[in-house]
Structure formats: C-alpha cells, structure tokens
C-alpha cells in the first residue's frame, strides 16, 4: 500500500532532550517535506526537499534540522527541544520536484513539557 | 508567511446543501490545490487547478480560479454529514532554490448537519 508513515504517532518529551521524528515513503517520490500545524496558525512548512541531499528552508526552520540522505527518508531532528514546539507535525511527499498532489503521513503529535 | 486565507473560517450547514468556501492569495502561483484535514488526521488531496485554469470538477467538488483577483473557491454540492472536515487550500509558490513549495491557509472548519 502507498503511504506516508510516520513514528512515533505521540511523544511526550522534556525540554532539552534531542529527539528525531522519522518520515518514511514507498512511492519513491522526490519532493519531502514537513509542516506543523498549531491552532489559529494553520499549516506551516518547517523544510523540504526537492531530492536525495537538497533540502531548503520553509516558512518556520528555526529550532529543526532535516536530512535526505535516501530517497524514502527524512527524519526530522529537534536538537535541543522546546514547549513552543509543541506541536502536530505531518510529513508529506510529492512525485515531482513540483509539490503537486502530496500525499500525508498520519502526523505526530509532540508534547515539550 | 501564510499565502493562502480562506474564508469562512467556519462554515455549518444542513445535508443536502452546497457548501462554497473562498480562498485569497497574494503572489503570483503556478498551481492552486485544496486539501481536506479530518479531525487530527493527515490531510488529504482533493483537486488541483492550474494557473491557466478557470474551473475544474471531479464529483461533488467544483472549484474556480480567478488569477486576476488571486482568489480561488470551492463548492461542495449535495453535502453530507461525511464532508463534516476542515479544507485547505494550498498554493505552489517559487521557493529560494528552483523548487517550489506549497503554502496552506488556515483552513476552513466546515460542519454539515444531519
């Protein structure tokens, strides 16, 4: 079945402690990305990444480190976390470089305490 | 910064009626897509209209774009209680290398009523 998955589904961590947030797709898409979405905020994009070792900044990077090193993989890796980032975060994949249809993983939702 | 703002942000209606959102933009785009979100879950793809598109069907869902007022809507008609979701529209704009990326409004929260 082709799909998005994403793990964990919940985390509840403590302020500091690194943590990555895997995103995996069997499409063998090129176009990754990921977005959290906070109420009254919508859907923001934090990276993306156009192929296998090209990625690039969205609208909300600060704090997030991203990486493509396989076409099925990008993990996303909060450093040193923080309660502002708290959060449901999807990752998404594309065919194309062209973000048209992107299909969603079942998102993660993160608690920074 | 948010691309896309749609409008209403919340919409409840009876089954059977249509339901219309709106979505305003403010650049220049290559594609406008609308997605729907059920509660807590990932987003899922509707419908794609291009740039050089006017107005695009699949099913129950027409959508318009109108490029010169950068704003774009969809309309759900013959609604049932299953359409009860938020939906988002999204838009292609040029990112800082020569990809793009897609930029969501904040959705609108639609509720159909038995």
């Known amino acids: 079945e082709a799909q998005v998955t994403q793990n964990p589904r919940y985390l509840i961590t403590v302020t500091g402690k690194k943590l990555t947030v895997t995103c995996s797709q069997n499409m063998n898409h090129e176009y990754m990305s990921w977005y959290r979405q906070d109420p009254g905020l919508g859907l923001r994009q934090i990276y993306y990444?156009?192929?296998?070792?090209?990625?690039d900044k969205g609208d909300v990077p600060e704090g997030y480190k991203v990486s493509r090193k396989e076409k099925r993989n990008f993990p996303l890796i909060l450093e040193s976390p923080s309660p502002n980032q708290t959060s449901l975060y999807f990752c998404?994949?594309?065919?194309?470089?062209?973000?048209?249809?992107?299909?969603f993983g079942p998102g993660t939702r993160l608690t920074v305490t | 910064s948010q691309q896309g703002e749609e409008d209403p942000q919340a919409l409840s209606i009876q089954e059977g009626e249509n339901a219309t959102m709106n979505c305003s933009y403010k650049?220049?785009?290559?594609?406008l897509q609308w997605y729907r979100q059920n509660s807590g879950r990932g987003l899922v793809h509707l419908i794609l209209?291009?740039?050089?598109?006017r107005e695009k069907h699949s099913g129950r869902l027409r959508v318009t774009l109108d490029t010169s007022k950068k704003s774009s809507s969809l309309l759900i008609t013959a609604s049932r209680a299953a359409d009860t979701a938020s939906y988002f529209c999204?838009?292609?704009?040029?990112?800082?290398?020569?990809?793009?990326?897609?930029?969501f409004g904040e959705g609108t929260q639609l509720t159909v009523n038995p």
């Open positions: 998404a994949s594309s065919l194309s470089v062209r973000p048209h249809e992107q299909y």
């Open positions: 650049t220049s785009i290559n594609n």
């Open positions: 209209i291009r740039s050089n598109e």
């Open positions: 999204a838009t292609d704009a040029r990112g800082k290398t020569s990809g793009s990326r897609l930029t």
């Open positions: 990444s156009m192929n296998v070792e090209v990625t």
